[in-house]
């Protein structure tokens, strides 16, 4: 509901102010009306035209056909209401570049009748809200649609590009505000339905979705799901392809391409583990199964909390679990996110900053706090960069209405690292002993619900701070919520392996000898991160070549040392890089991984061009949220604007 902000706003500014910033009063009654009206503003969804206060989407039905040959998913959608408003006659959905062909609604007597609706032009960032008048307040309403090949929330691969060449793939990606193009829905996380799907899909392609895949199904053309746990829109997903199952555990496993599965169970092999530490710490895990599907190279996220199904990229697979800790942080959604839901985008951290820190809890407790340690130290130089230039507007937690117009654009530096080092200060001010059992007391207490930061500001006052009086103030709580930049009482993390790789560099900066092989065949993928990261601005290209000769950067297979190696490259000149770094984002489809590299190719005329040719081959190949990125990289740099890092 985007136009209604600028009105609820002044409706409320005076008492509650917009800024999202608590204000002061002088009655408790003034008080708690401030409060409601706050919660009231937080809970504004200004990515969705729903409107989830008259009628909300209990369950969803789904029966859709997989169509690769025209990349489209055809079918229908059949919604459960829950019409809450006694004067709502009408049902307001989320939509973008769908065909609506035809809606109709469930009469009180059990017959089907047809619905007026009206599908309004097409906005950039929402798509277009599709009105359907329902003066009979149908219990159930059918929507009959196409996708269009084009849909931002869906990427289909010809059979060459997978890695059988004989099956075609698709897969869908709904975070943040994709799952309106292929499924018309309240698309807000507000609303939280159940739902079920039946889905028939051509040759042997394999279909699964976030929901009770059978490690046993017959590929048979036929498939059915089931969810029956409430969930918010962007967790609806779906995939198809020649996938095959290997479990790890009895309620574990990885699906996969047949040449992918076996490495990738062998990568993943602890996550039955990871479940057990993540059980203990914050209570059962609710979703039944967890698989995890690897999915081709042009995913363009590393892993999405898809539930039961976490969708991976398959970049994390370097052979020594390096990398694993992607799955400790989609596991941890299960918890943070899927169970307890940020209830507008506005509230990013909510998911991913609680999510950050249990992942950093998962991996200290399998691997080790001194790779837990060099994993926050990492994400915190990276958040240092970041804060060097950005909005200080992005920098809290708890985003004020209107600051972002599309919530792909939210500061993953504030989102991820901020709130995980929030929950980190908590947890040492706390103790352990009382910082884990709020945590899962929260879980527990919000589970399967949809809440704006203010509901956990209020549950962390009554059960932290008031419970254990004089550890944190209020006013630090709002400091850390609602300012930009980190406090000054921010805990610091030491990481003496890092010290190390500090003086290693800094010794043949100053002109001695490269560290030897000895050192460095102990080093771990974020020990190299961090030997790279620390290398400076401008570096000349013969020591660029002196380090290659040594440790054969260009080419790397890991994409967390490519994603820092080919930028140091291309800025200081170093030609020989530029074939493997083409290579490289070509192959890859993964938006952090890659955007460095086109970042620094388009700062001058020769390497926009080679990221332009770049592009123009890779581009049938990448996702449209990737394609998205590199164009307007690409279409700034041609500007003459200075792009984003
Ligand atoms: N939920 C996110 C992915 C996401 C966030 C998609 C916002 C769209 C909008 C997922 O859990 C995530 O955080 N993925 C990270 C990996 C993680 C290890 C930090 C990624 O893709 O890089
Ligand atoms: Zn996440």
Redesign the pocket.
């Known amino acids: 509901m985007r136009y209604s902000i600028l009105s609820l706003c002044l409706a409320v500014a005076v008492a509650a102010g917009c800024d999202g910033a608590p204000p002061a009063h002088d009655t408790p009654r003034d008080a708690a009306m401030a409060a409601a009206e706050q919660q009231a503003v937080a809970e504004v969804d200004e990515y969705s035209y729903a409107e989830p206060d008259q009628v909300r989407i209990d369950d969803l039905a789904l029966d859709l056909k997989v169509d690769f040959d025209n990349r489209q998913l055809a079918g229908s959608a059949t919604y459960t209401l829950d019409w809450a408003d006694p004067k709502a006659n009408r049902l307001v959905l989320d939509t973008r570049d769908l065909s609506i062909e035809k809606v109709v609604g469930e009469r009180a007597d059990g017959k089907w009748e047809d619905l007026k609706f009206s599908l309004a032009p097409k906005d950039k960032v929402l798509g277009s809200k599709l009105t359907i008048e329902a003066p009979q307040r149908n219990p159930r309403i059918r929507v009959t649609y196409a996708t269009s090949p084009e849909a931002s929330g869906l990427q289909w691969l010809t059979p060459e590009m997978t890695q059988g060449k004989k099956t075609p793939f698709m897969f869908s990606?709904s975070?943040?505000i994709h799952a309106r193009s292929w499924v018309p829905l309240q698309d807000t996380p507000r609303v939280r339905f159940t739902y079920t799907a039946h889905v028939t899909a051509p040759g042997d392609a394999m279909v699964l979705m976030s929901a009770d895949n059978d490690p046993n199904a017959a590929r048979d053309g036929d498939y059915s799901f089931k969810m029956p746990q409430k969930i918010p829109s962007y967790l609806l997903a779906i995939a198809a392809g020649d996938l095959v199952f290997q479990p790890i555990s009895p309620r574990a496993g990885v699906w996969a391409e047949p040449a992918t599965v076996g490495k990738a169970a062998k990568e993943f092999e602890d996550t039955e583990k990871m479940m057990r530490t993540a059980e203990r710490l914050y209570g059962p895990y609710r979703w039944e199964r967890y698989d995890i599907l690897v999915l081709p190279p042009s995913f363009p996220?590393?892993?999405?909390?898809n539930p039961r199904l976490t969708f991976a990229t398959p970049t994390v697979i370097v052979g020594d679990k390096s990398l694993v800790?992607?799955v400790a942080?989609?596991l941890a959604?299960s918890w943070s996110?899927n169970l307890v839901t940020f209830s507008t985008p506005k509230d990013g951290w909510l998911?991913?900053g609680f999510?950050?820190y249990v992942?950093n809890r998962i991996v200290e407790d399998l691997y080790g706090k001194e790779l837990a340690d060099m994993e926050k130290v990492i994400a915190r130089n990276e958040l240092a960069e970041e804060y060097k230039q950005i909005d200080p507007k992005l920098q809290v937690l708890a985003l004020r209405p209107g600051t972002l117009a599309d919530p792909?654009g939210a500061s993953s530096a504030t989102v991820?690292t901020k709130g995980a080092w929030f929950l980190q200060f908590l947890e040492e001010r706390f103790g352990r002993d009382a910082f884990d059992p709020f945590l899962k007391g929260y879980f527990d207490h919000f589970a399967f619900q949809s809440i704006p930061t203010t509901k956990f500001i209020e549950y962390a006052k009554a059960n932290l701070l008031a419970k254990y009086p004089g550890k944190v103030s209020e006013a630090e709580l709002d400091e850390w919520i609602y300012q930009p930049g980190i406090p000054a009482s921010a805990p610091k993390t030491a990481s003496p392996r890092f010290d190390a790789v500090d003086a290693a560099r800094k010794a043949w900066l100053d002109g001695g000898a490269l560290p030897e092989a000895a050192q460095t065949a102990k080093w771990s993928t974020q020990e190299w991160v961090h030997f790279i990261e620390g290398m400076p601005e401008t570096l000349p290209a013969d020591r660029l070549a002196a380090l290659d000769a040594a440790y054969q950067f260009t080419g790397t297979p890991n994409g967390e040392i490519a994603q820092r190696w080919y930028p140091l490259a291309i800025r200081n000149g170093y030609a020989q890089a530029n074939a493997a770094a083409a290579e490289f984002i070509t192959r890859v489809g993964r938006r952090?991984l890659i955007m460095p590299t086109y970042n620094a190719l388009v700062k001058t005329p020769d390497g926009l061009k080679l990221a332009e040719a770049t592009f123009a081959q890779a581009r049938p190949g990448y996702h449209p949220i990737t394609s998205a990125s590199v164009e307007e990289t690409i279409a700034k740099a041609k500007q003459g604007a200075p792009s984003t890092p």
């Open positions: 990606q975070q943040q996220y590393g892993g999405m909390e800790s992607l942080h989609e959604h996110g998911n991913e999510t950050s992942e792909d991820y952090k």
